[in-house]
């Protein structure tokens, strides 16, 4: 691989969440710090929505090293296709509490509540944190809601996170499930990188990676990079990986132009932006029609109008 050419120590675009390669910028760190605040807060849900690849599960694991344990304790339900009765299996295998596979479903929520009621008199506090939440089905949603209402006389027992993309939006939208959005107290919309925080993002990676050499990413790079990717963190990895795929095989020390474009052709959906003379060409042309077009209206409104008539 490239490693050895370009001097680095591991993958610095791999597509595991991997919270070393944390990049505090921008929605991120905006996300990030609107979930600390809403944590401490102690009450109701947290959303945190985003489209495809922009980073949702990297956030999670954030929040989940960051969190004091001290003051937390927290149930990470990384799998959203639960039944109600197995998402309270899942909540009670995360909080270490001991029942028979065939226990009831009334005992096991009688447990729960034990538990919770436990941690809080240790002066904790239990966060569930679910990820890809718009898969969970409604029964889920609600059995969640419900698991929400057990409580002290001064506080929650329970927390929720809930990290979807935006169908989980539009699921809440619904009527059916106006009682847990009225319970949602914080939330935040993931948005793609900027043009600006692009260099940062690569050279934050790269860093990571052991890489302390100029700048890999030649301006021309980055403009094809951006266009191509939208500024989607995932898309932005796939492609930056194979572009310095490409540099290696290509013999060259940094990636330019060239190193994106093959990377966009051999990536399925990506298609890089016109850049130089083509985009020019491509420009003058769209002039060019746009006058011919607005020619072809003023001949018309002319002949309505009778003058040439």
Known sequence: MYLEHFGMQEMPFSLTPDTEFFYSYGAWQE????????????????KISGEVGTGK????????????????VTAWLPNPCLTPAALRMALADELG??????????????????????INASGRRVVVLLDEAQALPDDALEALRLLTNLETEKSKLLQVVLFGQPELDERLARPGLRQLRQRISFSHRLQAIDRDGLPGYLNHRLLVAGYHGKPLFKAEALAVLFAASRGVPRLINILAHKSLMTAFGRGLSTVDRGCVAMACTDTEGVTPAPTGLLARLRARRGMALAAGLGALALVALMVSAGTLA
């Open 31 to 46: 996300a990030f710090d609107v979930l600390m605040v809403a944590l401490r807060s102690g009450e109701g849900f947290i």
């Open 57 to 72: 599960t990297l956030l999670c694991r954030k929040l989940l090293g960051s969190i004091d344990e001290d003051e937390f």
């Open 97 to 118: 509490i001991r029942y028979p596979r065939n226990q009831g479903q009334h005992r096991l929520l009688s447990l729960i509540n034990e538990a919770l009621i436990d």
